[in-house]
């Protein structure tokens, strides 16, 4: 088992309940993030990983009427305190989304999307931005020469890519991919997962998967959550080194789940 | 006769009565087309179009009516797209969904339902008396612009709901405020949709009388109407008077006066589908 020499933690979510009007989602839940690591969410389907995710750039406030208890901090500053601008949180954390929902503009369009939301105008410093983000998803080299076709005509991993060099050109800190490979094809899937392993350097990433094969490859954290019944909230049940998880898990539900024996 | 037979013969009945309702929906269309190209065709000369009425509006041409409705339209576009489509994105991207969107939506719907002679009524007691706007152009569009206000965010409330929703999500999540998202996610993607709307609009602006009789519309006027505050004719009240008010009237100008306001019409709304076309062909999702 591989040592992990804690980093720095960039993400702490403190024994946070979590409510959708009053339905109580989430209770208790508690997870340190640590900053350059790949950490995994996994678990049976409604058990609010994506949730969890939503925490912690507060898109689940789109959504409608939502409650939090407890506190979740990014650099130990409270995300949820009274005058945090929830546009510049967006800014520090991006988000993939399960399915590649590319702008149905041009693929430099689609990149330059947020440093334009940003003031940032100038077609030479957009064009650096454009291929170096292209670049670090692993992009460039298929669509160097048509960047002013539309992002849509590109394959369903390649929109990933596409995305995920969308989100790299605002340079945020955390990026949260929710399923980002559920989507793809193993091909793609694989392509996607080498990309990860490139940004970790940089970036702290959190995803949350259904694939318990990809959280055991990409990850070195992995949290398993769990809900009892429908309608009840969901929980952490077991969070650690993944190298542990899926080795020698503490928790029965944990060795059950990773085991296949449910879920 | 077996089950299947027996549904094969459904399914037959079935298509030929959907096929009439549609042939029926499209025939009077058709025929109103039909005549009045046959009857108005010989009254559309150069003189017609472009020329002042003359010998109490017996002979001459109807362009002070054209251009009056050609104002109309113009202003009443101008007042109720923007506002229109402010109240959709109102609606539907920052309005918290609950009992006030409720009433709002309610009231809209209600508004479409008013007849347009009430409106004609509000418009001479709102802008011409109270605004003291006199009978002019301005009460005139304004008038015509609530009374067109439901098609028109109805329409773009409709198309800017069509813009997935994953669309505003990648923007939000990106660091778009809500005004950048719909500015430069939303209202590109839906502008067809709001089109749309313009061009019903427009169709029922050109066509409308009764909310234009006591607002604006003039029996008869030696000028052209020389600025917003103006009275000026129109086409549908003009075929109104000549077809009922004025003895002795040949039919040709009636006839024609009604077939240059259907070309009106159709030449607006003509415009309007190629410009939707072009803003559709880029939109693939």
């Known amino acids: 088992m591989a040592e992990l020499d804690g980093n720095k933690i960039k993400v702490r979510i403190e024994s946070v309940d979590f409510y959708y009007e009053d339905f109580k989602a989430l209770e208790d839940i508690s997870i340190d993030i640590e900053s350059n690591r790949v950490t995994a969410l996994i678990g049976p389907s409604g058990c609010g990983k994506s949730t969890v995710l939503r925490l912690m750039n507060r898109m689940h406030e789109v959504m409608g009427k939502t409650r939090l208890k407890g506190k979740v901090t990014l650099d130990d500053q409270d995300i949820y305190a009274p005058g945090v601008d929830v546009v510049e949180l967006r800014s520090r954390i991006g988000e993939i989304f399960q399915k590649p929902n590319p702008f149905p503009k041009s693929i430099y369009d689609n990149v330059a999307f947020g440093p334009r939301l940003q003031g940032r105008k100038s077609r030479s410093e957009l064009d650096g931005i454009v291929e170096k983000a292209l670049k670090q998803a692993a992009l460039w080299k298929e669509v160097k020469n048509k960047l002013n076709t539309s992002a849509l005509e590109l394959s369903g991993g390649q929109q990933q890519r596409l995305c995920i060099a969308r989100t790299l050109a605002v340079e945020p800190e955390v990026i949260l991919m929710d399923e980002p490979c559920s989507a793809l094809d193993p091909v793609a899937t694989q392509q996607i997962e080498d990309t990860m392993e490139v940004l970790k350097e940089n970036y702290t990433i959190i995803i949350v998967t259904h694939n318990m094969q990809q959280a055991a490859r990409v990850s070195e954290y992995t949290g398993f959550m769990l809900i009892q019944e429908t309608g009840e909230p969901g929980k952490l049940v077991e969070f650690g080194p993944t190298s542990k998880i899926f080795t020698m898990p503490d928790k029965k539900e944990t060795e059950n789940y990773i085991t296949g024996r449910f879920g | ?285």
Do not use: C, D
């Open chain 2, 1 to 285: 006769m077996s089950h299947v037979r027996k549904q094969l013969v459904y399914e037959k009945i079935a298509h030929t009565f959907l096929g009439l309702a549609a042939a029926l929906t499209a025939a009077p269309v058709i025929i109103i087309i039909v005549f009045l190209l046959v009857k108005g065709s010989a009254a559309l000369t150069p003189e017609f179009l472009t020329g002042m009425p003359r010998e109490g509006m017996k002979s001459g041409g109807i362009f002070p009516a054209i251009l009056g409705t050609f104002y109309l339209v113009i202003g009443t576009v101008l007042f109720s797209v923007p506002v229109g489509t402010l109240a959709a994105i109102y609606l539907t991207e920052y309005a918290k969904q609950g009992r006030l969107t409720r009433t709002i939506r309610l009231a809209i719907a209600n508004m479409a339902g008013v007849p347009s002679v009430v409106y004609g009524l509000f418009g001479l007691g709102l802008f011409v008396l109270f605004l003291k706007m006199g009978t002019s152009l301005l009460a005139g569009s304004l008038t015509l612009g609530i009374l067109v206000l439901p098609v028109v965010i109805t329409a773009a409330e409709e198309a800017l709901l069509a813009v997935p929703q994953s669309f505003r999500q990648a923007s939000l999540a990106l660091g778009a405020t809500r005004w950048q998202t719909t500015r430069k996610v939303v209202l590109p993607n839906s502008i067809s949709g709001i089109i749309t709307g313009t061009v019903l609009a427009i169709g029922r602006a050109a066509g409308e009388t009764a909310a234009i009789m006591f607002t604006v519309a003039a029996f008869f006027l030696p000028a052209l109407p020389s600025s917003p505050f103006s009275q000026a004719m129109a086409l549908p009240y003009h075929l109104y008077t000549v077809s009922t008010q004025v003895p002795g009237m040949p039919e040709a100008i009636k006839w024609g006066t009604a077939l240059v306001l259907l070309l009106l019409v159709l030449l607006f709304t003509l415009t309007a589908a190629l410009v939707r076309a072009r803003f559709r062909r880029k939109k693939r999702w």
